[in-house]
């Protein structure tokens, strides 16, 4: 038996023009039955959002974020639950920063790996440096650049939480 995991595709913010590539995209990845539904993005005039659950075999997530990736002015985030073997993860894009993948666990908390800590613990010394190198390994900037995306006021569709294992 396959394994199958799930996940979600948001697309926090995309101009008019923009949408249909980012469909063609994911359909390319996910099948051309996949479906958006594309609303005002209350964060920027003129933007669009949108979310897509999806299910698949492991690394689809890792599939949509390649195809989605370099594209300006298109924020998005694509998350994959952990499934049998195979760990959760998690990809944010931002016009300014670029791409930003994360290990996650089962609540979608940011795992960091050792080596990294290490690299962090050995930064130079100072508490300040210690902070930039886990800031940079937990993604921060990229939290604080979507969070004012990531609210999409009045209207949004609810998201059920799946229960994984």
Known sequence: MA???RGVLYVHSATR???PHIEWAAQAVLGPRVQFDWTRQPA???LLRAEVSWHGRPGTGADLASALRGWEHVRYEVTEEPSHGVDGARWSHTPSL???HAVTDTHGNIVVPED???AA???GGSVDQMRRAMDLALGTAWDA???PFRYAGDGAPVRWLHRVG
């Open 17 to 19: 023009a923009m949408c």
């Open 121 to 123: 613990l050995d930064s």
């Open 98 to 100: 670029g791409i930003f």
């Open 116 to 118: 990294r800590i290490r």
């Open 3 to 5: 394994t199958i995991t």
């Open 44 to 46: 920027g005039p003129n």
């Open 145 to 147: 650049e979507l969070e």
